[in-house]
């Protein structure tokens, strides 16, 4: 259940109430694909560093080791010994992106694993089952994910199938979540949005979604080669037609300038591989914008990441220290970087939600981007 708080302009501060706990919104959910974030971080580093919800992806873990096993072994809550939420996402997502791979038909997608080749077929029951046997606290319609610069007809034909899919993937849940063996009966679907850069199919496809109630909806098929530009026009479009009364997901997006831009324009929840993987290769955020570590300047520099930062990183090393591991390629190092960027992600999510109650946000979003400009 969705508890709108406060709006400021457009900008959503809500409570989303699942099983698994409350999730204060807008959210960045840290990208977890495999069971664990990129960067030997723990789920105990997770709980030090304000992560309120763990993603993980159906398709990953369906090819290694078995959504079966993960079932067998309790679901993903007790694998990887995370009490909090998790969303998985439905797997459509990597099944796209192998393209040279796949084959899609009406029941569903053919393609070869990108492990060991082995033929796998998944389809909107086959999404839902996996995600269940997972037991997550949130599961993804399975949906087709066209290329956001692929022609009109494609997109038209492209996201009628994702619709129909959906109507799938409801009846499948309902199914699932009423079966006596079922880890997780409230497991909850949320449905995506398609439509590449057409205002015109975005808008149609969310009043048609909308209309089949589900617990939330995401924005999909977006930063994936669309302009900045283009991605905020078509969010600033679609958002007015999903309920306000549920979670808006932009899925795969983004920088913290992007984060800001969209929770202006009604979204709050998010995910994205950036802090992890900008983290793994000496990227690190600041409230003065991205840092190379690995730049010689840093050699001698005995300053943290960024002074008065409260992660893990900032309250004990040096940024000479961090370059250092990460030149000697030490794990450490990466490790340590990634817990600064996900803490720095969670914190400026805190720093929203505060500034969306006090009734400032656009004053927030001006100044934190202006201080991403101003360089370290």
């Known amino acids: 259940m969705y508890k709108l708080i406060k709006k400021d302009g457009a900008a959503k501060r809500g409570e989303f109430h699942t099983v698994h706990g409350v999730i204060q919104t807008p959210v960045f959910m840290n990208?977890?694909?495999?069971?664990?974030i990129k960067g030997a971080v723990s789920t105990e580093d997770l709980q030090q560093i304000k992560t309120q919800v763990e993603l993980s992806n159906t398709y990953?873990?369906?090819?290694?080791?078995?959504?079966?096993?993960?079932?067998?072994?309790?679901?993903?809550?007790?694998?990887?010994?995370?009490?909090?939420?998790?969303?998985?996402?439905?797997?459509?997502?990597?099944?796209?992106s192998l393209a040279g791979l796949r084959k899609i038909k009406e029941e569903g997608v053919y393609f070869n694993s990108h492990v060991d080749g082995r033929k796998i077929f998944m389809g909107p029951e086959e999404s839902m089952q996996i995600q269940s046997n997972l037991a997550s606290t949130i599961a993804m319609a399975f949906d087709e994910c066209p290329p956001a610069l692929a022609d009109r007809r494609y997109i038209i034909n492209s996201v009628e199938r994702t619709t129909r899919w959906l109507e799938r993937c409801k009846t499948?849940?309902?199914?699932?979540?009423?079966?006596?063996?079922t880890i997780n009966k409230q497991q909850m679907l949320f449905g995506i949005n398609q439509g590449g850069i057409n205002e015109d199919i975005r808008i149609e496809h969310a009043k048609r979604i909308t209309d089949m109630d589900?617990?939330?909806?995401?924005?999909?098929?977006?930063a994936v080669g669309e302009s900045h530009e283009d991605m905020y026009r078509i969010i600033e479009a679609t958002v007015p037609h999903l309920p306000v009364d549920k979670p808006t997901y932009l899925m795969g997006v983004g920088t913290p300038a992007?984060?800001?831009?969209?929770?202006?324009?009604?979204?709050?929840?998010?995910?994205?591989?950036?802090?992890?993987?900008?983290?793994?290769?000496?990227h690190v955020y600041t409230n003065k914008g991205k840092i190379n570590l690995f730049n010689a300047k840093y050699e001698t520099d005995s300053e943290p990441i960024e002074a008065g930062c409260g992660c893990p990183a900032c309250q004990k090393y040096s940024r000479a220290y961090i370059r250092h591991l990460l030149k000697a390629k030490e794990m450490l190092g990466m490790r340590l970087c990634?817990?600064?960027?996900?803490?720095?992600?969670?914190?400026?999510m805190e720093e929203i939600r505060e500034a969306i109650e006090q009734g400032r946000y656009k004053e927030?979003?001006?100044a934190k981007l202006e201080g991403f400009k101003s360089g370290n």
């Open 60 to 96: 990953h873990l369906h090819v290694r080791p078995g959504d079966k096993i993960v079932k067998q072994l309790g679901g993903l809550h007790k694998f990887m010994v995370w009490d909090k939420p998790i969303l998985t996402d439905s797997g459509g997502f990597q099944v796209f």
């Open 338 to 348: 990634v817990l600064h960027n996900l803490y720095f992600y969670n914190t400026m």
């Open 31 to 36: 990208v977890g694909t495999a069971a664990a």
């Open 258 to 282: 992007n984060i800001l831009e969209a929770v202006d324009r009604g979204v709050d929840f998010f995910d994205c591989v950036y802090p992890s993987r900008n983290g793994r290769h000496g």
């Open 214 to 222: 589900l617990d939330g909806y995401a924005i999909g098929g977006l």
């Open 364 to 366: 927030y979003k001006n």
């Open 172 to 181: 499948e849940m309902a199914r699932l979540n009423s079966l006596e063996d």
